[in-house]
């Protein structure tokens, strides 16, 4: 049996592995509100959380749907790709990508409440974030390269 869209789900494990085992390093090893800066001024590793969405959007709602949000997006993504189109390769990592950060910032929304962030770009003076939300964002990429390019299926 040949699994259909195997990037797809290559992409999606190797970005959930990656995030929840750097997210288990920081619980682990980094008190939270602690700083080490690897690059001094430029790039820091920084334990915090966040309850909201990204740049902590809705943080302060009370209701916490987020939980739900990460569900029904990692649902529709998911289903797709097991009952939709073969996707071209591009297509296949980006929504793959996407669909490991959608997850692995939902497994730590529904397991605590919270997502762990660690990932702190001083030098643009940008939010702390993680390895999910880079999988997202390249997984963004992905599909606007795909868009932009023709590609054999």
């Not at 085992?21 to 920084?46: C, D, I, Q």
């Not at 950060?101 to 940008?126: H, K, M, P, S, W």
Request: proline share 4%; hydrophobic share 55%; glycine share 10%.
């Amino acid at each position: 049996m040949q699994v259909k869209n195997i990037n797809f789900w290559l992409a999606a494990l190797l970005a959930l592995g990656i995030d929840q085992g750097t997210k288990f390093w920081v619980v682990a090893k980094l008190p939270l509100g602690e700083t080490v800066p690897l690059w001094p001024g430029v790039f820091h590793l920084t334990h915090v959380t966040n309850r909201g969405a990204a740049f902590s959007l809705f943080a302060e709602a009370g209701v916490n749907f987020l939980p739900w949000v990460s569900v029904g997006v990692s649902l529709v993504i998911a289903l797709y790709a097991l009952l939709g189109p073969r996707l071209k390769p591009w297509e296949a990592v980006g929504y793959g990508l996407i669909l490991g950060g959608a997850v692995g910032n939902g497994v730590d929304r529904v397991l605590t409440g919270a997502v762990v962030d660690f990932l702190d770009a001083r030098i643009i003076q940008f939010a702390v974030f993680n390895v999910a939300d880079v999988a997202i964002n390249l997984g963004v990429a992905c599909l606007l390269w795909a868009s932009l390019r023709w590609e054999k299926t």
